[in-house]
């Protein structure tokens, strides 16, 4: 009956997905005869067409379009556009410039100026910055004129795109432009910072595993990176110095972040090409560093080789994860090998890009987020499988440690105690060691059977365990004796406890037997494992002496 109603209610659940899917369609369809509502729109305000430049005759020659590069004398160039008459008063200019000295004139009048003062000297590859200007009003036709001048000689000759009209429209159209990267690098911070805090807070379990905080890493130099490349943080501060350290120092870390992820993930540690691999990276790590530093090249210039070594990455996990368990028995395995062959695809495409900067440059971010989805769903699988090992070690522990018919500690843990009781690590001060054992348990059983005296063990034990609470650890040692270890305490809370413990027995209910107990206690000051076998032979014998007096009573 419960089979068949669980049935119905998953048929009525799929029923239903099924009408509210096909009536999401239908709208969708009929809907697209609706006139649209007018809300806020974000109008294109690129100025890439009609500009012209003069070459070395003095001819002019019409760019078909912003980006793109001219001949330069001595790393200077200049380009123009007739502006038409009706331009209205408050209008705004934006000019996108990189590792460029930026000269604005209007009618030969110049209206705004950019000079890169760059320090340190040595530190070619300052970022790039959008040059906006007000224009004044003009009542006539009038040219614009841009002049740059390139810090680097491979930015000579560039211009790239402008903007022009109202001040608040060209904001806007520029955020539209870039809010794919910027939300992108949001999202791999944030990633970054739950990878942080998962990897803390299971650390504890298995202190050999590093695979999350690698990728949490990773992500995060992925995050800065993208959220610098889409240029919005130039909206929010001007601090050229610090744009250029997420720029362009994250993608000197993110290699070496990825090469610490592949060795996470990697079934064989010692692995000979993981560590050619690892030279490799450090070595065109290091020669992009130095190259930077000493002013001899721009890390603009050297960025193909950090996207070689992403596409070398690509191609040895594909191969180590297409041979491994991992892929082989996850339901994930064609979304894993569609992943990688699409990075591998858009990182060739993108080192190819880098010696002709207007080819397939967008593309990278298409490429990080794929990569990025095969990181977390390989990582998701390893992290899995270590948890459910994690598991079985702590059931394999708590059978080791535990007795189970009482659930108390059992004699493996006493010993364990005993043997590993190192003063240095463990809590010190004065312990109490007390020895319980029950009375008469072989009458019970020799009447009564097996069952009844395990029975009558088991509401023994539930008493001590109700009256120590906290105080201390319980162990099973023997069939009817338990050693109760307690320390940081006061000598009349043990007298408590066991007056307690008295009470505790005398009024159980959960055994129809009747039963009670001999115990001893011994307080002492344990420096070695010694100690404690010499508090146990005290308090078993105060026990003994105990069960006599008692046996003496009943007589």
């Known amino acids: 009956m419960m089979k068949s109603t669980h049935k119905l209610d998953s048929l009525v659940f799929k029923f239903l997905l099924i009408i509210l899917s096909l009536t999401g369609i239908y709208i969708l369809f009929f809907g697209q005869t609706n006139s649209d509502a007018q809300i806020i729109q974000c109008q294109d305000k690129s100025f890439n067409k009609g500009w012209f430049y003069y070459d070395s005759n003095g001819n002019e020659v019409q760019i078909p379009s912003l980006p793109a590069n001219i001949t330069s004398n001595d790393n200077k160039s200049a380009i123009y556009h007739r502006l038409p008459p009706e331009q209205k008063s408050c209008q705004s200019f934006c000019f996108y410039s990189h590792h460029q000295n930026v000269r604005i004139k209007l009618n030969d009048q110049i209206i705004y100026t950019y000079q890169n003062k760059i320090k340190p000297k040595n530190i070619l590859s300052y970022h790039p910055v959008y040059n906006l200007v007000t224009l004044p009003p003009v009542s006539s036709e009038s040219i614009i004129c841009i002049e740059t001048e390139a810090i680097l000689k491979s930015t000579a000759g560039d211009f790239e795109e402008a903007f022009y009209g109202d001040k608040t429209q060209i904001l806007f159209t520029i955020i539209w432009k870039h809010i794919t990267n910027f939300f992108l690098g949001v999202m791999f911070i944030i990633v970054s910072i739950f990878l942080f805090g998962t990897h803390n807070l299971f650390a504890h379990t298995n202190k050999k595993d590093y695979t999350l905080l690698h990728l949490g890493l990773l992500t995060f130099g992925i995050g800065c990176w993208q959220i610098d490349d889409s240029s919005l943080l130039l909206f929010f501060t001007g601090k050229l110095h610090f744009l250029w350290c997420l720029k362009y120092l994250s993608q000197l870390f993110i290699p070496l972040f990825t090469l610490l992820f592949m060795r996470s993930i990697s079934v064989k540690k010692d692995n000979k090409f993981l560590r050619i691999f690892f030279w490799i990276t450090v070595t065109i790590v290091s020669t992009q560093y130095v190259l930077q530093i000493f002013g001899i090249r721009a890390l603009t210039n050297t960025n193909f080789a950090s996207h070689v070594v992403y596409l070398a990455t690509c191609i040895y996990a594909f191969k180590i994860l297409a041979r491994g368990e991992l892929i082989k028995n996850s339901k994930l395995k064609y979304l894993f090998i569609f992943s ?33 989805i095969w990181m977390i769903l390989i990582t998701y699988q390893k992290e899995l499988k270590i948890f459910e090992e994690v598991n079985k070690a702590a059931m394999y522990k708590t059978l080791a440690f535990v007795d189970i018919a009482t659930g108390v500690n059992n004699k493996t843990a006493w010993y364990t105690l005993i043997d590993n009781f190192n003063e240095q690590t463990r809590p010190q001060g004065e312990y109490c060691l007390i020895v319980f054992d029950m009375n008469n ?3 019970l059983n020799d009447n009564y059977g097996h069952l009844i005296g395990d029975k009558v063990i088991k509401a023994f034990c539930d008493c001590l365990v ?10 099973r040692i023997g069939g009817d004796e338990f050693v109760c270890v307690c320390n940081n305490f006061h000598r009349e809370n043990i007298m408590t406890m066991l007056h307690n413990f008295d009470e505790a027995i005398a009024n159980q209910e959960e055994c129809e037997h009747k039963f009670s107990a001999a115990y001893g206690f011994e ?13 146990l032979e005290s308090a078993d014998e105060k026990m003994y002496n105990a069960k006599v007096a008692m046996k003496a009573a009943r007589e």
């Open 523 to 535: 307080f002492f000051t344990p420096h070695s494992p010694a100690d404690f076998k010499k508090a």
């Open 466 to 475: 109700k009256v120590v609470g906290t105080m201390g650890k319980i162990y």
């Open 441 to 443: 348990l072989k009458k």
């Open 340 to 372: 990688m062959i699409f990075s591998m695809t858009i990182f060739a495409f993108t080192a190819v890009s880098l010696f002709n900067n207007k080819f397939f440059n967008s593309l990278m971010s298409f490429g990080i987020a794929f990569c990025f």
